[in-house]
């Protein structure tokens, strides 16, 4: 076997065929003809994606599987790396992309005379767009390199003919990030198109620490606009490059080196600066950059690695340019960088600091924030308030996914308005202009939330008492759906069946979601949170993703991970969304089985304990192996109404959960803000 052969894991196989990662292992000890590894470790063996295919094509086990998931296969089992395919990758979608012709001509050649003559059509492309090769990212990749890329190329190739060449690597780039969550800190479309909005119309862009150019991504492409981007990491620096030239037709220039020690940029003056920097970095330079000329609003110590990628942004802008960076909130109040906050804004630099919800990029345990700055001009005027926002008010309570249309729209009216005037109006709990004066204190401290006032109590006193009215009517209908005194049932010994014996009789459907959630899309997506907690659809499909399982009125849709007996019918409210990732849905055939009986009997405790497998972090349940009574259809629908009525009494529940919760803290804030009297 050629070692430049495309390797899989045994996850991968398992993908291939449609099946369980279980059951591959059962192949290998079955089947003595099953292929052999050849690399990876004992714990996590590889095979050859070849030798794979086929004998799971001998054997009929080899399912349809999509173009994308077939070269994602190639490209992770490449043998120097996915991030070295996805630079190939790129370079060929370039060439496909700005020279659609001499790609049809080079790929009617042999792999071995495609592989020589790549290198020069590259080189040709790769200069159009990038400039000299000594000033750009991309290198060009070797005719040995190339070798063992082309069977990965050509299937590339094929797949940007279906999807275009720019989604094609998004694609492929989106699914590496997921893949390598814990190496790469990506920037998510959320707040990246916030801060492309908050840098406002510009002609020229940098981002110093770009990563895989996410913020220069969402920045909009103009034939006009000059992009410049740098990261410390080599092959970030290319993705961003080719990224931006598959999205349009600005101008690029991206670099390797890191910023502070090694600016790429130092004569730059743009438009614009948008930055996501490494946060809480001890090693960025502070011993040998004590003298640098950037330090105008003073030299940072060596715990405010921050306020020295602000001063660098700050540097590299134009007079009256303006910077967005998102930061760490500690870079708001610590005492060690008192004295540059408190420079920023006596010199009108700094012009606005906006607290994220939590879960806004990572790290998503932490709310950060935004820092809008402005290069100050030689007849600049100080701006004589500061805007500082808390935008946590804005999440509605138990929503997992962040409302990003509704953030960016609150924001950026905020940011306008106060650019017209120098001043916004307050909204408590949301927004306020604070006096610069009244901030230069001991701390300077910038938090937000530490300046804004209280919003009022519960939303004020008429929206309390709405609530109590809200909350004694749903008490009032808990006692109406209370269930009856249980009586005892005579010993029943019900013939059983499993979930896959009725799936294999056709009296039901089975499948498994795969649905991603991305910001924007138009299709909901159920997520797992979504059944567990019994809300709406939170998530919304990628435009690119392959057609995704719908979820039908009278479907069961149950999750697979964590540890709990949850079951979902899905009603007319719920039924066209697609159905996310670790969730099964069984579709019942309504002569054969009551969707309602179904799913109450797989909600039993003893049920879902003999149906799960238990992992070091996490409980998987087999939904094949959960079990069923074999009842008549009467029968069904006589279990069915019961567990009917316990689904909404359960609803109740928590909805009166919500509202009690709600008038608790709302009355807890009216007593404690003075907006309440005691008595």
Not at 135 to 163: D, G, I, K, W
Request: charged share 20%; with cysteine.
């Amino acid at each position: 076997m050629p070692t430049s052969a495309t390797e899989v894991t045994a996850a991968g196989i398992a993908r291939l065929a449609g099946v369980g990662r279980a059951a591959v292992s059962n192949w290998r000890r079955r089947h003595a003809d099953f292929p052999k590894p050849v690399g990876g470790t004992e714990t996590s063996p590889s095979f050859a994606l070849p030798e794979v295919e086929d004998w799971l094509r001998r054997q009929g086990k080899l399912a349809e599987v999509p173009l994308r998931e077939r070269v994602w296969q190639q490209l992770t089992g490449h043998p120097a790396g996915p991030a070295t395919a996805l630079l190939h990758i790129g370079c060929e979608l370039l060439l496909v992309h700005e020279r659609p012709t001499d790609w049809l001509e080079l790929n009617a050649l042999s792999d071995r005379r495609l592989a020589e003559l790549l290198p020069d059509a590259y080189a040709k492309v790769l200069t159009d767009r990038f400039g000299a090769a000594r000033h750009r990212a991309v290198q060009v990749p070797s005719t040995e390199a190339l070798h063992a890329s082309v069977p990965l190329l050509r299937a590339a190739a094929h797949l940007a003919a279906e999807l275009g060449t720019r989604q094609t690597f998004e694609f492929l780039l989106g699914r590496h990030l997921d893949a390598n969550s814990r190496q790469y800190t990506p920037t998510p479309a959320g707040p990246a198109e916030l801060i492309a909005r908050l840098a406002g119309p510009v002609r020229s862009v940098l981002d110093p620490a770009c990563g895989t150019g996410a913020l220069l991504r969402a920045i909009a492409a103009r034939p006009d606009l000059e992009l410049h981007g740098q990261d410390s990491a080599p092959e970030l620096a290319a993705l961003t490059a080719l990224r931006l030239a598959l999205a349009g037709h600005a101008r690029i220039r991206t670099r390797t080196g890191d910023s502070l020690r090694a600016d790429a940029f130092p004569q730059l003056r743009a438009d614009a600066v948008v930055c996501h920097p490494p946060f809480n970095e001890r090693n960025w330079g502070h011993d040998e950059l004590a003298y640098d000329p950037r330090w105008e609003y003073g030299f940072p110590a060596r715990t405010e690695s921050e306020l020295a990628w602000v001063q660098h942004a700050l540097a590299r802008l134009a007079d009256g340019g303006t910077a967005v960076l998102l930061m760490p909130p500690a870079a708001a109040s610590r005492r060690s960088g008192r004295r540059i906050r408190a420079d920023l804004l006596r010199r009108g630099a700094l012009r606005a600091v906006i607290a994220l919800p939590a879960g806004a990029a990572p790290p998503h345990n932490i709310p950060l924030h935004l820092w809008i700055l402005r290069r100050p001009g030689p007849a600049t005027r100080p701006a004589a308030e500061l805007l500082l926002m808390e935008t946590a008010s804005l999440v509605p309570e138990g929503q997992p996914e962040l409302p990003w249309p509704a953030l960016q729209s609150a924001v950026t009216e905020a940011w306008e308005a106060y650019e017209r005037t120098g001043t916004a109006e307050e909204q408590p709990g949301l927004a306020r202009a604070l006096a610069v004066i009244d901030l230069l204190d001991d701390d300077v401290d910038l938090a937000p939330a530490r300046h804004l006032p209280p919003s009022a109590a519960g939303g004020g006193i008429e929206q309390l008492t709405s609530v109590r009215e809200k909350l004694t009517d749903t008490l009032r209908l808990t006692a109406d759906l209370t269930p009856p005194a249980a009586e005892p049932a005579p010993d029943a010994r019900w013939p059983l069946t499993t979930i896959g014996e009725l799936a294999r009789a056709g009296a039901l459907t089975l499948r498994t979601g795969n649905a991603a959630v991305a910001l924007g899309g138009t299709v909901p997506v159920l997520t797992d949170h979504d059944v567990f907690t019994a809300a709406v659809p939170s998530g919304t499909l990628p435009e690119d993703h392959e057609a995704p399982e719908l979820t039908e009125e009278g479907d069961v849709v149950v999750p697979v991970l964590g540890a709990g007996s949850v079951t979902r019918v899905i009603d007319a409210a719920t039924a066209g969304a697609a159905l996310g990732r670790n969730l099964s849905l069984l579709r019942p055939d309504p002569a054969a089985l009551d969707p309602w009986f179904l799913a109450g009997f797989l909600r039993g405790t003893a049920n879902n304990r003999q149906a799960s497998s238990y992992a070091s972090t996490a409980t998987r349940l087999d939904v094949r192996r959960l079990q069923l009574p074999r009842l008549p259809l009467e029968q069904q629908r006589a279990y069915g109404e019961r567990f009917r009525a316990l689904a909404a009494f359960e609803d109740t529940l928590r909805q009166a959960t919500r509202l009690g919760e709600q008038l608790v803290q709302g009355t807890y804030d009216g007593l404690t803000d003075g907006t309440i009297a005691p008595g």
